[in-house]
């Protein structure tokens, strides 16, 4: 079994034919499936998505930092309400963005800060959103790590949390790692010049990492320029596993061990 442990699925990209990558995406054996809704807009449509795919979809429930200007005073009410259903599997996608820069720093630990606490609060991991930014030294990964520090939380599970997409250093991938958080693995491990992210996710080792697409952002390699989805996952699995000297059935199996430990199993 794979698993996408990060799609938008409900994006407008799939408008004219959400079913048929559904279709194909199961037929390519990526078979369950982590929604994130990130923005309160999303949170209601995510759940109608989830419940038209009752045995291989759930949902993160959060607000990603690029929603920070549109957010409504009573938030966060609706957010622990959206928590509390049982398709939801995850608080996220949540984060520091300083590429984008979409609110101050202060604003965006504020909105991080204030969604922390819902992890312990309804027994779920969380999916960061770390994007370091422009200049050196604006390291938002190093950032959210050391904010980690004082998180309260601690699941029976293996891990706390994924960094999704991962884009840092070996040091924040230790760091995170030593905080009981997985990476995130997706296209942009495919891409020509990253080998510093290759080198990275070996050292991790297939214990620590999940799979994801990020759809319908970031398409691996083969596929540059075109909308990404789920079916792409079994190119990014295969090419993961020849990087790590395992078959194909060991990465798919080891990934999806390594999600139901963050999420649970479904
Ligand atoms: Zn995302």
Redesign the pocket.
Known sequence: MLIDT???LNDKAFDADRAGVMERSLAAGVERFVE?A?APGDWAPGEAFAAAYPASVRLAFGV?PEYIKDLAPDWLPGLKACLAKPAAVAVG?IGLDYWWEPGRRDEQFALLRAQLPLCAESSRPA?F?ARNGRESGQNAYADLLAELKGWAYSPSRRFRGVL??FSGSWADAKAGLDLGLALGVNGTFTYKNNHDLRETVRRAGAANIVLET?CP?LPPQSARGRRNDPSFIPEIAAMTAGHLGLSNSQLADRTSANAFDLFGEF
């Open positions: 990060h799609a938008h994130i990130c990603h996608e999916v959103h999704h997409c990020d952002y």
